[in-house]
Structure formats: C-alpha cells, structure tokens
C-alpha cells in the first residue's frame, strides 16, 4: 500500500543550528502538508503546499520555516535557526485531492526532532 | 476559531465491549471529519473520513456518525480487541477558504485490556 515516508525519524540538534526534514508524499499525490506535535499537546497545522508554491499557513510557520518540493519526489520542511521550542514531532502528510474537496490525508510516521 | 474536543479523554474496558468516543467542534461550517488513530510515538492512521453531506461512514467494525449542524461525531468500535488500545483524534476541515487545514481535537486514549 502506498505510504508517505519521512527522514530521519529522529533528529537533535543543537539551538541556532539548522534543519531540513524531508518527506516523500505518496507518489500520485497533489497536495502536500506539514503539521507538527509538542509532546502532550494537539496536533497543530503548518502549512498546506501545492503547484510549488504554499497555499495556507498558520502563524507558527513564521520567517524561519520554509518548504521546498526540490524534485518530483521530495516534499522539505527547513528550520533556519531552531529553538528550544521547536522541539516537537513533525508529520508530512498528502492528499489526491485538497483536503476541504474530499481529499483523505495520509499521514507518514514523523521525525522527531530534539532542540537542545 | 475553530476548536475540537473529544471525550472521553481517556477510556478503559474489557475485550469484547462496544464503545463510543465522542468529538464536538465549535464551527459547524466544516467540509468534512476525519478519525485518525496514533499508537504511541507513530504517525497518523486514517480510519474513516466523512463529507460534511453523509452521516456515517463505516469500515469494518467501525462506524462514524456526523451531526454537522449540532457540531458531533460519534466513532463507534464495535467488539473491541487489544489491538485497538491506541489514541483516537478526530479532526475537520473548516469551511470558509481553509480548504487546506485541519484543526485536531487533543485525543481518545483507549485501552482494551483482555
């Protein structure tokens, strides 16, 4: 069955350092996304990604997260400078169709990413 | 804003009982609900994602009902195993030009004990 796969699984990384995380949808797939779990807490949305360019955003995904879709395969999610915050689980997710259309989302098993 | 909540937060029953979750949402303009399950330090599972036109969705011993206009689901597990003891989220897609999010409720955590 066709998954969505994320590396690395778990990441530490020193605060200020930067990080790529990277994400291979499932390969028929249109729409990308990125959402993300602090420990404890709910799982909250990043960003929606779709034809190369974001198409929604939440105010967490500020000035130093970007997305990048570098090939026909990859789906990135780069934090320039971390914080201690950012500590969180990371989850890729796609869809064949827009979520608010119909479209299923699918979900990778995360990177756990550790910000110290 | 959108928020989601889910009772019980926590639930636990003996192998072979029926139960049912429950999850509200403030914004009844929603496009559709999904049910995910989350076993400890893994992704997210689909199980059943419902149109905001339906009512119910079933697949295998599930069953998810939707009450847009009260701001309800229901997910339904029918003779539950161990197998199922895991966190249950539901989330929805909110209506209006957010076609792309979901907003989560905090989770179920079941655990069917034999």
């Known amino acids: 069955e066709p998954e969505v796969t994320q590396t690395p699984s778990h990441q530490v990384t020193q605060m200020g350092q930067e990080v790529i995380l990277r994400c291979v949808p499932i390969s028929n797939h249109l729409y990308f996304y990125w959402y993300r779990q602090i420990l404890g807490q709910k799982v909250e949305f990043l960003v929606s990604?779709?034809?190369?360019?974001?198409?929604?955003k939440s105010e967490i995904f500020d000035d130093q997260f970007s997305v990048e879709r570098p090939d026909g395969s990859n789906f990135t999610l780069k934090i320039r400078s971390t914080k201690l915050e950012d500590s969180a689980m990371y989850f890729c997710?796609?869809?064949?169709?827009?979520?608010?259309?119909?479209?299923?989302?699918?979900f990778g098993e995360g990177s756990r990413l550790t910000v110290l | 804003k959108q928020e989601v909540t889910q009772i019980p937060a926590a639930l636990s029953v003996p192998e072979g009982e029926n139960l049912v979750l429950n999850c509200s949402f403030t914004d009844s303009a929603i496009y559709n609900l999904q049910w995910f399950r989350q076993d400890p330090g893994k992704g997210l599972t689909s199980l059943l994602l419902?149109?905001?036109?339906?009512r119910e969705q079933t697949s295998g011993r599930l069953n998810a009902s939707l009450d847009k206009s009260s701001g309800r689901s229901t997910l339904y597990i029918a003779a539950s195993q161990p197998g199922d003891s895991a966190t249950y989220l539901c989330?929805?897609?909110?209506?209006?030009?957010?076609?792309?999010?979901?907003?989560f409720g905090q989770g179920t955590i079941l655990t069917v004990h034999p």
């Open positions: 997710a796609s869809s064949a169709q827009l979520q608010g259309m119909g479209g299923e989302l699918f």
């Open positions: 990604f779709y034809n190369n360019e974001i198409s929604e």
């Open positions: 989330a929805v897609t909110a209506g209006g030009t957010s076609y792309g999010k979901l907003t």
């Open positions: 419902i149109q905001s036109s339906q």
